[in-house]
């Protein structure tokens, strides 16, 4: 008879990224943290602690990437505390990014209950949808349908450094964000020459913000581009 080599492991739950090799001791998670997502078509768990990444996490694919927040209330939002789900960023670049060079729109991805934080240098902790200095230059590539939920970002304070950067984004939803210790605590269609994005469209439509807090950033929100029926509630 036929001999087969090997096993294939039947599972369709939650996938842990400790076992793709993250750890709070590991000096870079970009990798490990990157395998999980790649490696599956549903749940990502950001467990507790603090996971040390310099280079950016993509979140390609309709995908529930999601940690374990505590915290106390805000004024408006949840500030999540250290002992929680953190990406501790120490690049020059973007921390996560909802994105995808592949398809021409990228719909159903879902964040939630982590925070993001930056050493300084950072340009962007959350960015979603288009970015030239990602490889996405001339593409028209969209990220529609997102939920975003009690993510905490801060200390983002490097060239045009935002906590969270919208570009190209449709009918997505972003609830009890916290934004702190930022140049700009949210930049929307934003392109000046250091950013210089071809032939894309800067713009955010029908997206809500249900619950946010932008606080003691630098220059706190800037509306950009073509930002169409954006709600704050």
């Known amino acids: 008879g036929t001999i087969f080599n090997g096993w294939v492991r039947q599972y369709d739950g939650a996938v842990n990224v400790k076992w793709f090799g993250a750890s709070e001791i590991r000096l870079d998670n970009e990798v490990p943290i990157q395998a999980a997502i790649d490696n599956t078509k549903g749940k990502v768990i950001l467990p507790t602690g603090i996971f040390k990444t310099s280079g950016t996490i993509r979140i390609d694919r309709p995908i529930d990437f999601y ?8 004024a408006g939002s949840t500030i ?8 501790y960023y120490s690049g020059d670049g973007v921390a996560v990014a909802i994105v995808s060079d592949i398809v021409d729109s990228l719909e159903g991805v879902s964040l939630s209950n982590f925070s993001i934080k930056g050493t300084s240098s950072g340009r ?11 490889s996405l230059t001339g593409k028209n590539l969209a990220v529609t349908k997102a939920k975003i939920k009690n993510i905490q970002v801060t200390n983002f304070t490097g060239v045009e450094g935002a906590g969270i950067r919208l570009s190209h984004v449709f009918e997505t939803t972003i609830t009890n964000l916290y934004s702190k210790f930022n140049t700009f605590g949210l930049l929307v269609g934003y392109s000046i020459d250091s950013l210089a994005m071809t032939g894309v469209s800067d713009d955010a439509t029908t997206t809500r ?25």
């Not at 940690?67 to 805000?74: K, L």
């Not at 999540?80 to 990406?87: A, F, K, L, P």
Request: glycine share 18%; proline share 0%.
């Open 209 to 233: 913000f249900d619950g946010c807090t932008f606080r003691e950033n630098t220059q706190g929100i800037f509306l950009g581009g073509k930002s169409m029926a954006i709600q704050f509630v």
């Open 80 to 87: 999540i505390t250290d002992n929680s789900s953190m990406i």
């Open 124 to 134: 962007v902790g959350l960015l979603v949808g288009d970015y030239s200095d990602m």
């Open 67 to 74: 940690g374990v927040a505590t915290g106390t209330v805000g």
